[in-house]
């Protein structure tokens, strides 16, 4: 029996399901043509010595259901419209985000004295983290974007020449011909 279209969309639909179950109050799930999207649609607004900097973090969900695999694309955008509200041409970044952003505001604390008011966090891994579990649960599985791809291979490669060169330090010590 060959799986149908309609049947395809009731498993992204589940996923996407799941998924809203996990994530904090602050992230919302959108659908697009070919899975989701996870993202903070609220901006965060950092300030630097430039000026203020905006930016807005998706993770955009590639579902491929017949193959139950799917794929994770971080979006970054620049400037107060976020990847929904904006366009795919907003400036930013496409790829994988691996650290958070956050945001403080500082002011006078109701007993007068001056702190913290509020802290945001925009962050990758708790994005990540909410699509991860519950599609690992679902049976579904993660295919690595190229750029993860290309960063494990470049780490793999550089781990075995430094361990090469390693070896051939400690042969060379090891039969005095070191120094």
Known sequence: MESTGDEWGDLVDQLREQVTVQVPHDV???????????????????????GPSVSCLWS???????????????????????????SLTASGFRGRVSGDRS???????????????????HSAKVLHTAIREPAAALGWQEKQPASAIVGKTVAIVTGIGLLLGLGGVAALALTGRLG
Not at 43 to 50: E, T
Not at 60 to 86: H, K, N, Y
Not at 103 to 121: C, F, I, M, N, Q
């Open 103 to 121: 945001a403080s505001v500082y002011g006078t604390l109701p007993d007068g004295s001056h702190g913290l008011l509020e802290k945001r966090v």
């Open 28 to 50: 919302d799930v959108r659908p697009t043509e070919d899975g989701f999207a996870v993202g903070y649609p609220e901006p965060l607004v950092m300030r630097g010595p430039d």
């Open 60 to 86: 955009l969900v590639r579902c491929e259901p017949s193959t139950m695999t799917f794929q994770i694309v971080d979006v970054v955008t620049e400037g107060e419209a976020s990847w929904f509200e904006g």
